[in-house]
Nanobody
Framework: QVQFVESGGGLVQPGGSLRLSCAAS????????MGWYRQPPGKQRELIAT???????TYAVSVKGRFTISRDNAKNTVYLQMNSLKPEDTAVYYC?????????WGQGTQVTVSS
């Protein structure tokens, strides 16, 4: 069964950067949209960035201009480059991948922004 595995989370100081990755563990075809969500402590999960198969992107207002989503279709991988991180970016980050048949969630990776 295909799974998506995230990596790249951790502890970073305010103003720092991190790059998250989310890669398929097996063979998967017909991937359509890919995206990133996050769930801050005590809050609901929220959509922060999406990228379509042709590379069109959308961003939540809270991250626009600081975060960049990208994808490598050959590797079935989606990335999230996070710059100018703020304490309020602290959350568990999840990738979401939509194929022709179903959607997939990553297991989540913790990002903590603190001095």
């Amino acid at each position: 069964q295909v799974q998506f595995v995230e990596s790249g989370g951790g502890l970073v100081q305010p103003g720092g950067s991190l790059r998250l990755s989310c890669a398929a563990s097996g063979t998967i075809s017909s991937i359509r949209a890919m995206g990133w969500y996050r769930q801050p402590p005590g809050k609901q999960r929220e959509l922060i960035a999406t990228i379509s198969k042709d590379g069109s992107t959308t961003y939540a207002v809270s991250v626009k201009g600081r975060f960049t989503i990208s994808r490598d279709n050959a590797k079935n991988t989606v990335y999230l480059q996070m710059n100018s991180l703020k304490p309020e970016d602290t959350a568990v980050y999840y990738c979401n991948v939509q194929s022709a048949l179903r959607g997939y969630w990553g297991q989540g990776t913790q990002v903590t922004v603190s001095s």
